[in-house]
């Protein structure tokens, strides 16, 4: 692996990575190159490098961060802003992408937000953009979700409702190993014109390692009541990404959202004691999770799910 190519991919300094070479006996073969059997201690120098992710993004995008730095969310297009995250750099990824085609291809409204979202202040009468859910798009994205997760022991999980998950859910296979399809249901039914839908699914996968998840206890079927009169659309609820960053995390663990809307994963992941860095190419939704986070870390309440949304039997991380 070459120097320089380390320094770009993984956004260090050099100073620090030749004093280390140096101070470890390490030697810069003729083309500039480490060999491949240092590589992974070199590596593991990287990741103990301070705010590498910080230093990649500071200062180009307009977002929110925590007083403590501890959660950063920027204004951005997801793939935009994983092409800027260092490579190795997160740990895990817990993501509700808003794709279009379950819109565009079953005709439910062209995407277009009704009732109280539908108010001023919206783009183009939608909300939010949705996130263009070709292949090609979708490679893009994935691409890039490999290359930031960390390599030894990276988990994912990506959010599917059913007409995504039937085109894009194969995909993931050439990217990661997938271990699970999980179900989330709902408890109360929704809309449908051909059966009310109760579930969105869930694809967990691991960036070719073989980590486990915590606890061994968890079904592959999770039941949260889905949020009602949500002040963000498509607001999911806290539980469901605790679920995700409870099996998969440690404390201090980088959890990853690039899809991050009202920030419910992000109150997961502070939930969990993990960092958080994500974006939404929304400005709303950058709003919204100031608001929430900012009255989170203050006094502990969730401004948008004020009520916990399990149901008796299935509080597995407790
Ligand atoms: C399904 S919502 C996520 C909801 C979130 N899980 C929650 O609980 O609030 C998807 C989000 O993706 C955002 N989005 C759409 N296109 C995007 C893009 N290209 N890049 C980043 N975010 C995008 C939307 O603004 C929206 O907030």
């Given at each position: 692996?070459?120097?320089d ?21 390490i030697?810069?073969?003729?083309d ?5 059997k ?14 590498r ?14 007083p403590?730095?501890?959660?950063k ?22 993501t ?8 565009n ?23 939010f953009g ?39 859910g194969n995909i993931?296979?050439n990217h ?18 051909y059966f ?19 606890n ?6 999770w039941?949260?009541?889905r ?39 992000a ?11 994500g ?21 502990g309440k ?12 299935n509080?597995?991380?407790?």
């Amino acid at each position: 692996m070459i120097i320089d190519e380390i320094i770009k991919d993984y956004k260090v300094a050099k100073e620090p990575l030749v004093k280390y070479l140096s101070l470890n006996k390490i030697d810069i073969l003729e083309d500039g190159s480490i060999s491949q059997k240092h590589f992974q201690t070199v590596l593991s120098f990287i990741e103990k490098q301070d705010n590498r992710i910080e230093k990649s993004l500071n200062g180009k995008n307009l977002g929110y961060f925590s007083p403590d730095n501890r959660i950063k969310i920027y204004k951005d297009d997801a793939i935009s802003f994983l092409e800027k995250l260092p490579s190795n750099s997160v740990d895990i990824i817990v993501t509700d992408p808003a794709y279009s085609g379950m819109n565009n291809k079953l005709k439910l409204g062209k995407g277009r937000i009704v009732g109280k979202y539908s108010e001023k202040g919206t783009e183009n009468g939608k909300w939010f953009g949705e996130f263009e859910d070709s292949e090609e798009n979708y490679t893009k994205f994935l691409t890039q979700c490999q290359r930031v997760l960390k390599k030894s022991t990276g988990h994912i999980y990506i959010m599917f409702d059913s007409y995504s998950l039937l085109t894009l859910g194969n995909i993931v296979r050439n990217h990661f190993e997938v271990k699970n399809l999980i179900t989330w249901d709902k408890v109360n039914i929704g809309m449908g014109h051909y059966f009310r839908r109760r579930h969105e699914y869930i694809i967990f996968a691991t960036n070719g390692n073989t980590r486990k998840i915590k606890n061994r206890k968890f079904p592959d079927v999770w039941r949260f009541k889905r949020i009602h009169n949500s002040k963000y659309p498509t607001q999911k609820p806290v539980e469901v990404f605790q679920a995700m960053i409870h099996a998969s995390a440690e404390t201090d663990f980088v959890v990853c959202d690039p899809f991050t809307g009202s920030a419910s994963s992000a109150i997961a992941a502070i939930k969990n004691n993990c960092k958080f860095i994500g974006c939404d190419i929304s400005e709303k939704s950058i709003e919204v999770s100031q608001e929430r986070i900012t009255t989170f870390l203050n006094n502990g309440k969730d401004i948008l799910q004020p009520n916990s949304a399990s149901v008796e039997e299935n509080i597995f991380w407790e």
